[in-house]
C-alpha cells in the first residue's frame, strides 16, 4: 500500500510537472483512472518507465499516427534480427506451409477462436509503409499488410475489461501491449510485406506490426493471443520476456 502511493505520488508529481496546466489532484486523477503504470516498474528504474510510459500515454492520446512513407521510401535491404525458430514446432509448420498453424486468441473475450493463415487473410487488411526501428540502432522501411488487431479483437468480443493484449510466439520472446495500443489503427497482425507473403525471418505466418513502438515490440510468429485484465500471473509479471534481458517493457518511440 505505502509503496503504490509513492509509487503514484512520483508519477503524478511528474505528470503535473508535464502537463503544467494540471494541478497534481487533478494529475492523480489521470494517473488514476487510466492506470498509468507500465507493467515493469519496480524501484528506482521502474519509476522512470512509468513517467515515460504515463506522460506519453498522455500527450500522444489515442489518435496519434506513426509517420507512413511513399512507395518510393521503401528500403531496398531489410535486415532481419536473428532468423526465425530453427526447431519444432516452427519448422514442422513451415514445412507444410502454415496449413496446419492456426491462431489462437482466447482469455477475457465472448468467443475464443481460431483462425487459419487462410481465415485471416480472407479478412479486410490494411497495408502501412512504415518505419521499422531496431533499438540496437538501425532501421527500415516497408509495406506491411495484415488485419488490424483491433476487427480481430472485435470478433471475438474482447470484454470492456480488457487492459493488456498477450502475445505468444513459437520462440520463448512473449510480449504484451495495452488496449489502447492494440485498438490503434496502425496496429496490424501482419502477414505480408512488400507485397509478398511475409518470410519466415520477418515473422512468417503473422507478426505483430506495431509502427509506434521500437522494433522488438513487433513479435513475429506468433501462435495465440490472449486477452487479460492483469499480467500479474503470466511470467514474472512484468508483462514480457524483455525485461528479462534488459528491455523496458514500454518500447514508444
Ligand atoms: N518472436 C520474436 N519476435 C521478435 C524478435 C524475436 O527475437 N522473437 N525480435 C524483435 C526485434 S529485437 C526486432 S528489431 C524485430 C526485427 O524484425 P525483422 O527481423 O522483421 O526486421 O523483431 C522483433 N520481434
Ligand atoms: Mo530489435
Not at 1 to 13: D, E, G, L, V, W
Not at 33 to 50: S, T
Not at 117 to 130: W, Y
Request: aromatic share 10%; glycine share 10%; hydrophobic share 40%.
Amino acid at each position: 500500500m505505502s509503496n503504490k502511493i509513492s509509487r503514484r505520488r512520483i508519477i503524478t508529481t511528474g505528470l503535473a510537472a508535464l502537463s503544467s496546466v494540471a494541478g497534481l489532484d487533478a494529475a492523480a486523477k489521470i494517473a488514476d483512472r487510466y492506470g498509468l503504470l507500465a507493467p515493469d516498474h519496480q524501484g528506482i528504474f521502474g519509476v522512470g518507465e512509468a513517467l515515460t510510459y504515463g506522460a506519453q500515454r498522455l500527450l500522444t492520446s489515442h489518435h496519434s499516427m506513426a509517420r507512413e512513407f511513399s512507395r518510393s521510401e521503401i528500403s531496398d535491404v531489410s535486415p532481419v534480427n536473428h532468423g526465425h525458430p530453427d526447431y519444432d514446432p516452427y519448422q514442422r509448420m513451415l514445412f507444410n506451409k502454415f496449413k496446419d498453424w492456426r491462431l489462437y486468441v482466447d482469455g477475457l473475450v465472448a468467443r475464443p477462436m481460431s483462425f487459419s493463415l487462410a481465415d485471416l487473410k480472407s479478412l479486410p487488411s490494411r497495408t502501412n509503409i512504415t518505419q521499422l526501428t531496431c533499438e540496437e540502432g538501425w532501421s527500415y522501411i516497408a509495406a506491411w499488410t495484415g488485419v488490424p488487431l483491433a476487427l480481430i479483437l472485435n470478433l471475438v468480443g474482447a470484454s470492456a475489461k480488457a487492459k493488456w493484449i498477450v502475445f505468444y510466439p513459437f520462440n520463448d520472446f512473449w510480449g504484451s501491449i495495452d488496449i489502447v495500443e492494440a485498438l490503434h489503427p496502425q496496429t496490424l497482425l501482419a502477414h505480408g510485406m512488400n507485397g509478398e507473403d511475409l518470410t519466415p525471418d520477418h515473422g512468417a505466418p503473422i507478426r505483430l506490426r506495431i509502427p509506434r513502438q521500437l522494433g522488438y515490440k513487433n513479435l513475429r510468429y506468433i501462435a495465440r493471443i490472449s486477452v487479460t485484465d492483469s499480467l500479474k500471473n503470466i511470467g514474472d509479471g512484468t508483462g514480457s520476456a524483455a525485461p528479462e534481458i534488459g528491455y523496458s517493457w514500454y518500447g514508444g518511440i
